[in-house]
């Protein structure tokens, strides 16, 4: 199986910043990695797909970036609404693995 | 739009079997394009993958699973079916069910991403 390892676990922001979820697999999986935010007691939601696509819909202060075992979520400017769990997947092989997801908080 | 929506028993005894049904409406599930996928999350953890089915029946499955879960599609009734047997507690979980969108060209079988999910399925493994 494909380890996803997310980092940080947690992080505290404020409003505007600008954050950055490291997510490293443990072998290559070329650019086949997702991207979920999740709300307490939500669905998670798709923001990217492929490392680097936007999801419709998703405002563009979300981007992604990475390719092999090294991937990253940035966003910039930080908003009210962004706090949350964010988790990685990778879609290289089966089976499918998720990140253990990292909680963004408010500071 | 598509939507998905989980159904069936939210209390299982242990060592019974889980069973769930995920309908699908505003869309086909037999499409090419798509693997429809079971996914879980128990109270407090991260996401764990359980399996898919392809329309025309394949499936795939995770290992740590494979020998308690069977995973079904019927395409007249547009819905797809998850069964897990010999539950037990740790299996207590919000299943949801999502469609797994391949972005065109071949699907292979771990391609894709999910989008969009169910609402989730609370299941609950006591006595």
């Known amino acids: 199986d494909i380890q996803m390892t997310q980092s940080p676990t947690s992080l505290s922001a404020s409003v505007g910043d600008r954050i950055t979820i490291t997510c490293r697999a443990s072998q290559s999986i070329s650019s086949y990695l997702n991207w979920y935010q999740q709300k307490p007691g939500k669905v998670p939601k798709l923001l990217i797909y492929t490392a680097s696509s936007l999801q419709s819909g998703v405002p563009p202060r979300f981007s992604g970036s990475g390719s092999g075992t090294d991937f990253t979520l940035t966003i910039s400017g930080l908003q009210p609404e962004d706090f949350a769990t964010y988790y990685c997947?990778?879609?290289?092989?089966?089976?499918?693995?998720f990140g253990g997801g990292t909680k963004v908080e408010i500071k | 739009q598509l939507q998905l929506q989980e159904s069936g028993p939210g209390l299982v005894k242990p060592s019974e079997t889980l069973s769930l049904t995920c309908t699908v409406s505003?869309?086909?599930?037999?499409?090419?394009?798509?693997?429809w996928d079971w996914i879980r999350q128990s109270p407090g953890k991260g996401l764990e993958w359980i399996g898919s089915?392809?329309?025309?029946?394949?499936?795939d499955y995770n290992p740590s699973l494979k020998s308690r879960v069977t995973i079904s599609v019927d395409t007249s009734k547009n819905h797809f079916s998850l069964k897990l047997s010999s539950v037990t507690a740790a299996d207590t979980a919000v299943y949801y069910c999502a469609r797994r969108d391949c972005g065109g060209g071949t699907c292979y079988s771990s391609r894709g991403w999910f989008d969009p999910w169910g609402q989730g399925a609370l299941v609950t493994v006591s006595s």
């Open positions: 089915v392809y329309y025309s029946g394949s499936t």
């Open positions: 997947q990778q879609s290289y092989s089966t089976p499918l693995t």
């Open positions: 505003g869309g086909s599930i037999s499409s090419s394009n798509y693997y």
